[in-house]
């Protein structure tokens, strides 16, 4: 089994994030064995955006980048995303790698019928991070585009492991982190 470990918080050592992601892996690596995990850290080596160049193909070391973030994650069988909320959103650098993973012919098709997702049979955990408190309510931008996106392409086993309203006091985000850990589910039981 190969799992994808994506961080893309710029926070370094400081993340929330980068820490819950961290977590979920190790629990997967003691929990399968054999597993192979790649990682890739979107801050420290981010995808460039998706200009005219790179997507006509002008840009040759762009396209080789994109292609090699699409192989690791056509690879995968389970990938844990790190995302910080930034200005309501997802990090710049995460989108970035969304662009270069959503290709028609590739992850997704159109149909007569409407797009039929072509990346089917993964499972994402998503680790996400916020300063504030947004789950479920009407200005979460976060979980439900993630959602629509890797739904989209085929993948409908999106589990969410939050912590939120981490900068509203040293307590307040030693708590999210603490409930944030408890919360992420056993790989197995989860893999059966
Ligand atoms: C540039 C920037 C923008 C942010 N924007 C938001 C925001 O829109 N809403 C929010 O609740 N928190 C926001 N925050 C706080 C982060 O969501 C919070 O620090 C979270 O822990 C980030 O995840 P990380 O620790 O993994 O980097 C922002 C933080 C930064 C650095």
Sequence with gaps: MKLLHIDSSALAANSVSRQLTAAIVARWQDTVPGLEVTYRDLDADPLPHLTNA???????????????????????????????????GVPSTLKAWIDRIAVAGRTFKYTENGPIGLAGGKKVIVAEA??????????????????????????????????????????????AIEAALASIPTPLRQAA
């Design 130 to 175: 916020s300063g504030g408190e947004y789950a479920g309510t009407a200005i979460d931008f976060v979980a439900p585009y993630l959602k629509q996106v890797f739904g989209f392409l085929g993948i409908t086993d999106v589990e969410f492991v939050r912590a939120e309203r981490v900068a509203y006091s040293p307590q307040h985000k030693a708590e």
């Design 54 to 88: 790179v997507l006509v193909g002008g840009d040759a070391a762009a396209a080789q980048a994109g292609e090699a973030a699409m192989q690791q994650f056509l690879a995968a069988d389970v990938i844990v995303v790190g995302v910080p909320r930034y200005n309501f």
